[in-house]
């Protein structure tokens, strides 16, 4: 059984910073990517930033490159680790419903992924609202 639970979502001004936390956790010795992915009102789900288990090979998206950091902790190795998206910089456009999802990944700690249809697990969503 795998829980993901997102928290810091909330209301910032433009240029503001906000960070997400998502605690994930798993019942298995799989290692696993992570991601965070957003949608917009109206607009398709998107990739933001996404973290193999090593730590290293680091994506984001363009958009976003610069202005957010995506960080993981695995202290507690598979029973319950949190990725953070530590967000600044921040403008209307990020407005949206972020998620952060996960990928069993066992064999590849270097993997990472942009593509939301290979994730196996999702968190329930967090409301970003970037104020002009």
Known sequence: QVQLVESGGGLVQAGGSLGLSCVASTR?????????????????????????WSGGSIAYADSVKGRFTI???????????????????????????YYCALEFTSGRPEYTSDRAATYDYWGQG????VSS
């Open 28 to 52: 298995t010795l799989n290692r696993y990517a992570m991601g965070w992915f957003r949608q917009a009102p109206g607009k398709e789900r998107e990739f933001v930033a996404a973290i193999p």
């Open 71 to 97: 960080s993981r902790d695995n202290a507690n190795n598979n029973a319950k680790n949190t990725v953070v998206l530590q967000m600044a910089s921040l403008k209307p456009e990020d407005t949206g419903v």
């Open 126 to 129: 967090t409301q970003v609202t």
